[in-house]
């Protein structure tokens, strides 16, 4: 991560992310989708151990 000044501010941003950026829109795209995918997924499973939990119970 790194810290990086924008017009409203300071703001973290992942070292990957950043050199998407700067190989194009096309990558810079292409690992938010993947980024995107991967949270989701994260967050699939999260609820799913979760909701699992809860019918232990």
Do not use: H
Request: aromatic share 4%; net charge positive.
């Amino acid at each position: 991560m790194r810290l990086i000044v924008t017009k409203t501010g300071k703001r973290w941003r992942c070292v990957r992310s950043i050199e998407a950026t700067q190989r194009g829109p096309e990558a810079r795209e292409a690992y938010g989708r993947q980024v995107s995918e991967m949270n989701k997924a994260e967050s699939r499973a999260r609820a799913q151990r979760l909701n699992n939990l809860l019918q232990e119970k």
